[in-house]
């Protein structure tokens, strides 16, 4: 078995022990003689399982009580309709516009109310984080929306945007567990998993409990009304019952890491030894200015189309998988996620070097 050092943005890599786990515990989950895919929802077993899940991820980002953890379905672009249908009280919304999924986001609660866009960085084709600190926040806005980590663009907010007040709404699906956040600094965080936790099909939303309502647009999907959810503990109907059981392993392994500090301190070094090989290339440079860089999406380009492609074939071939850039984007584009082990990173950095010298 050769497993690969894999790049992709995501679905991503997991941690290796997670998956030998998930494996071993395949046909007798706990001696109950099936596996968590062929189990109730409903029975003790999995009630274990995503309680633990649960309270693992709350002493993990030392989530405040106040706070609601949902685990649903639809990924983090079902989570684009369901924050306007309820949070839209006045039909405002304010967005800062940083990439794609900022814009899907934005262009999804179109459909529902009226929408301003309050910052944008598509100027410069989202290379950068505009200033937030003094923007012209909509009197009337039900909240203020952000992306906070560019998955395709490779930037990321150091410091949150100032919403004067309002509420603050931020998808974390590429940056969640790369280091600690401060929750209550937001009132609705989310985050689809397949970046940077487990399987796709599950979206984690941790929402201020008083957002929790039955004060809905009209018309509001039962599924996607987040009180439905809260008030069944994420188990209306059948959850994504694998998806889950992976995500907690993958929160007990971040645990066993020494959790959100550690992961950071070591996400900071992945980055650095990726980030100080660009800066002195002659052959390679990273898209995005440097103070806005993120951690774990990693943009460069050699800015030769054609050498750019052999790069990637090359790179493929020596056991990188997953290098090419976004097809938006072109280039290349490494994700380091929390599950990228450094030696996957400093052999990079070792090959890149190689192809530079091989192609002056
Ligand atoms: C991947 C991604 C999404 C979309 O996730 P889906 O689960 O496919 O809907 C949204 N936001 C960010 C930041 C992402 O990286």
Known sequence: ???????????????????????????????????????????????????????????????????????????????????PMNLMKNKVADFIITGQWAKKAYQEASRYG?????????????????????????????????????????????????????????????????????????????????KNVGP?????????EDLITDDVLEGTPTMLKWKTQADAKSLYNTPPCYGIYICGKVFKWLKAQGGLEAMKEKNEEKAKILYDFLDQSEMFKGTVVKEDRSMMNVPFITGNDDLDAKFVK????????????????????ASIYNAMPKEGVVKLVEFMKKFEADNK
């Open 1 to 83: 078995m050769a497993r690969v050092y894999n790049f992709s943005a995501g679905p991503a890599v997991l941690p290796e022990d997670v998956l030998k786990e998930a494996a071993a515990e395949m046909l007798d989950y706990k001696g109950c003689g099936m596996s968590v895919m062929e189990m109730s929802h409903r029975s003790p077993m999995f009630a274990q399982i995503i309680e633990e899940a649960e309270a693992d991820l709350r002493e993990l980002m030392n989530i405040p009580d106040n706070y609601k953890v949902l685990f649903l379905q639809g990924g983090a672009s079902q989570q684009f309709s369901a924050i």
């Open 114 to 194: 009226k929408t301003n866009i309050i910052a944008s960085s598509e100027d410069k084709t989202f290379s950068y984080i505009p200033d937030c600190s003094d923007l012209e926040v909509s009197e009337d806005a039900d909240y203020v929306y952000i992306c906070e980590n560019n998955t395709i663009y490779g930037t990321k907010y150091k410091t949150l945007p100032n919403t004067k007040g309002k509420l603050l709404v931020a998808d974390l699906s590429s940056c969640i567990l790369s280091e600690p956040v401060n929750v209550s600094d937001y009132d609705v965080l989310y985050f689809g998993v397949q």
């Open 200 to 208: 796709a099909g599950v979206v984690v939303s941790i929402i201020r």
């Open 314 to 333: 090359e790179s493929k071939a020596a056991g990188f998988e997953n290098l090419k850039g976004h097809r938006t984007v072109g280039g290349m584009r």
